[in-house]
C-alpha cells in the first residue's frame, strides 16, 4: 500500500493489533501485500511454504538465526532447480532447448530465487539501528548504501546483507593489477573484478597524441584511472546515476587525478571532442531487475547504440572510440555480430582494430554453470572505432 505523500507502508497483524512499518526496497520489490510476523519457532519448511505463497515473514526472533533461516531457504530453492533439473533430462525425445531459452529459462529462475529469498523481512528503527537480538551494527552500511533513515522501516534480510557486503567492498577496495591500486565500488556501481576488459584499455596503443579522453558511463572511475596513469592529460569521465558519479569521484581523489580526471553528469557524453573516447557498456540486452544489473542489462541496447550513434560528433580529427564489449550476447542469441557491425557502419564508423581477451573468471570454465556453452565461448573484446 502508498500512502498520500508517496511512500510504501507493509500491514499486518501482531498480537490482536493492526500494525504498519514503511517499506523500502532498493531492488524495486513491491511492498508484500501479506505479511505475518516470525521467530525461532518457525522453521525452514514452513517458512519455504510461506514464502512461496507469497507471504512475507516479519523477524522477532534472533537476527542470526535469521540469516541461518534464508541460508536454509536458497538450500530448498537449490534443491528444487536440481530436481528440475534432472527431470528435464529424464524427458526422452524432447528437443534441447536454445541457448537463448536456457538464458531466459536462467534469469527467470534467479528472478524467482530472489523474489522468495526477499521475503523474510527485518525491522530497522530510525536511524538503520536492528531492534534484534545478536544484531550487527549496521547503521552505516545502511546509510551508505540507502540514505538515511529518519522513521522506523522494514527492508528484506537479502536487501540487507548485499548493503552489508557492498560495505565491505567499499571498505576493502579491489584489486586492479592494471592500476597496481585497489579501486573502492560504492553500493549499486558495478565491482571492477572482471580484470580482463582493464587489461585491454591498459594495453590497446593509444591514438597519436591522445591528450584528451571521455569516458563514457564512468561507474567506479577506473577506466578513467587507467587512461591517467598511462598519461592522457585531461579525462572527462561521465555517468548519470548519483551513486556512480560519487564513487568515480572518491575513486580519482583517492587515487591523486584529480588534476587530470574531472566528473560529469551527463547522459553518454560531455560537451566538446576528445582524441579518445571509451565506453564499458552493459553487455547483454535485457530489462535490470536490481540497481547493480543496470551494469549488466541494457534495455533495447540502448546505451551501446546512443554511444555509437553519437561517437563520430564527439571525436577529434584522427581520434578513436574505444568499444569495450563481451561477446556473450552473441553466443546467447541475443545479439548477432551482424547487428553490431551494421549499427557501426549506421553511424558513420569504420572498425580500426579490435583487441580480444578471454575471461578468466571462475563462471568461464564451471561446466554446472546454466549458461556454461556460451560462457567457455566468450571472448571479449576493444573494439578501436574511427570515423568513417
Known amino acids: 500500500m502508498t500512502t498520500a505523500d508517496g511512500a ?17 526496497s532498493e531492488s ?4 508484500p501485500k501479506k505479511v505475518v510476523p516470525a521467530d525461532d519457532t518457525m522453521n525452514a519448511d514452513t517458512a519455504y511454504r510461506l514464502a512461496l505463497d507469497g507471504t512475507a515473514l516479519l523477524w522477532r526472533g534472533d537476527f542470526q538465526n535469521a540469516r541461518q533461516l534464508v541460508q536454509a531457504l536458497a538450500r530448498r530453492i537449490d534443491h528444487k532447480g536440481e530436481r528440475a533439473k534432472r527431470s528435464a533430462k529424464a524427458r526422452a525425445g524432447k528437443p534441447a532447448p536454445t541457448p537463448t531459452e536456457q538464458f531466459h529459462r536462467h534469469r527467470l529462475a534467479q528472478l ?14 530510525a536511524g538503520h539501528a536492528i ?28 536487501e540487507l546483507l548485499g548493503a552489508i557486503g557492498a560495505h565491505e567492498w567499499r571498505r576493502k577496495g579491489v584489486f586492479v593489477p592494471a592500476l597496481d591500486e585497489r579501486i573502492h565500488p ?22 597519436p597524441g591522445a591528450t584528451s579522453a571521455f569516458d563514457v558511463g564512468a561507474g567506479t572511475g577506473v577506466l578513467s584511472a587507467i587512461l591517467a596513469r598511462r598519461g592522457v592529460r585531461r579525462v572527462v ?3 548519470l546515476d548519483a551513486r556512480a558519479l560519487g564513487c ?42 536490481s540497481a547493480i544489473e543496470h551494469a549488466v542489462y541494457d534495455p533495447d541496447s540502448r546505451m551501446l547504440k546512443g554511444f555509437l550513434a553519437g561517437l ?26 551482424a547487428q553490431l557491425l551494421d549499427w557501426i557502419a549506421a553511424a558513420g564508423l569504420a572498425v580500426a582494430g579490435r583487441h580480444d581477451i578471454r575471461p578468466t573468471h571462475p563462471k568461464a570454465s564451471d561446466p554446472d554453470d546454466p549458461l556454461a556453452a556460451a560462457r567457455m565461448r566468450e571472448v571479449t573484446s576493444l573494439w578501436r572505432l574511427r570515423a568513417a
Open 8 to 24: 510504501a507502508r507493509i500491514h499486518w497483524v501482531e498480537h490482536g493489533e493492526q500494525r504498519s512499518a514503511l517499506w523500502r
Open 28 to 31: 524495486g520489490w513491491p511492498a
Open 112 to 125: 524467482q530465487r530472489a523474489r522468495t529469498l526477499a521475503m523474510l523481512l527485518i525491522p530497522f528503527d
Open 131 to 158: 531492534p534484534l537480538r545478536r544484531a550487527p551494527d549496521v547503521r552505516e552500511a545502511c546509510t551508505e548504501a540507502w540514505g538515511p533513515a529518519d522513521a522506523p522501516h522494514v527492508a528484506s534480510l537479502r
Open 186 to 207: 560504492w553500493y549499486g556501481v558495478f565491482s571492477p573484478v572482471r580484470g580482463e576488459y582493464l587489461e585491454l584499455v591498459a594495453q590497446a596503443p593509444l591514438p
Open 237 to 239: 569521465a561521465t555517468d
Open 248 to 289: 568515480a569521484r572518491a575513486n580519482i581523489e583517492r587515487l591523486g587525478l584529480a588534476g587530470q580526471v574531472e566528473v560529469v553528469r551527463a547522459d553518454l557524453f560531455p560537451q566538446d571532442r576528445a582524441a579518445l573516447v571509451v565506453c564499458n557498456p552493459p553487455w547483454l540486452p535485457g530489462k535490470p531487475s
Open 312 to 337: 563520430k560528433d564527439h571525436l577529434l580529427e584522427d581520434g578513436e572510440g574505444w568499444l569495450i564489449v563481451s561477446d556473450l550476447a552473441e553466443h546467447l542469441g541475443l545479439r548477432t555480430r
